[in-house]
């Protein structure tokens, strides 16, 4: 059974470029949650997509993007990145709405 | 708005020691709760939940009650090992929300032999 899958593990961006990440969902989920992780603290909400849609978003500006496509499979795009986009991004997946959430192993971005 | 607290780290015990952190969270009506937990270079992995009050969340050794008069859900385990080692997260999805977890800002647990 696989479980949440996420490319690039690593990835080396400078300010103003652009960046996609991808994120497979664990067998039989519908859902995909995208959370930020800054180094030394809790994953913060981004959004979450169910049916192509994004149905939830928290406080992120709108440079945070997304997409799910009809596999359920979904990508985080950023445009014009910044220093403090350097994170740990978390996809996570879930069954219907709510559903536990399970997470990946998550892609760490270095803005420089 | 919802929220979550967890005990600042991190915390230090011997092997077969008793692990106790807290976890307090603010929110209108029920939420669910969870206990998260990530390894080293590693995402998260779901330790245990609970849905209602009184449920107890339980898996591998480790416990946590859902206690609504004290709005807490504290992670208890009986004898911890080296490989227990990680940070741990307390998390709560809102009654009314969608999917949306809200983290506490994790607690280090150092394990020794």
């Known amino acids: 059974d696989a479980g949440v899958t996420q490319s690039p593990t690593h990835l080396i961006k400078t300010r103003g470029q652009q960046v996609t990440l991808r994120c497979s969902p664990k067998s039989g989920h519908d859902t995909v949650s995208w959370y930020q992780q800054a180094l030394g603290q809790g994953p913060q909400f981004i959004f979450q997509y169910y049916e192509e849609e994004e149905r939830q978003r928290g406080n992120f500006p709108d440079r945070f993007s997304g997409h799910q496509f009809p596999n359920y499979s979904s990508e985080l795009n950023v445009n014009a990145l910044l220093l403090g986009d350097s994170a740990l991004y978390l996809c996570?997946?879930?069954?219907?709405?709510?559903?536990?959430?399970?997470f990946g192993p998550g892609t760490r971005l270095t803005v420089l | 708005g919802n929220s979550v607290t967890q005990m600042e780290g991190p915390v230090t015990l011997s092997e077969e020691a008793f692990l106790t952190i807290n976890c307090t969270y603010t929110a209108t009506g029920y939420p669910s709760l969870f206990w998260y937990v990530q390894y080293p270079g590693e995402g998260l992995q779901l330790l245990l939940k609970a849905t209602k009050a009184d449920d107890k969340g339980s898996n591998k050794g480790f416990e946590a009650t859902y206690r609504k008069e004290t709005t807490s859900f504290h992670l208890e385990k009986g004898s911890v090992q080296v490989s227990d080692s990680a940070v741990y997260f307390c998390a709560l999805r809102g009654s009314s929300n969608t999917g949306k977890l809200i983290f506490g800002q994790g607690t280090t647990l150092q394990v020794k032999p």
């Open positions: 996570a997946s879930s069954l219907g709405q709510p559903g536990t959430q399970y």
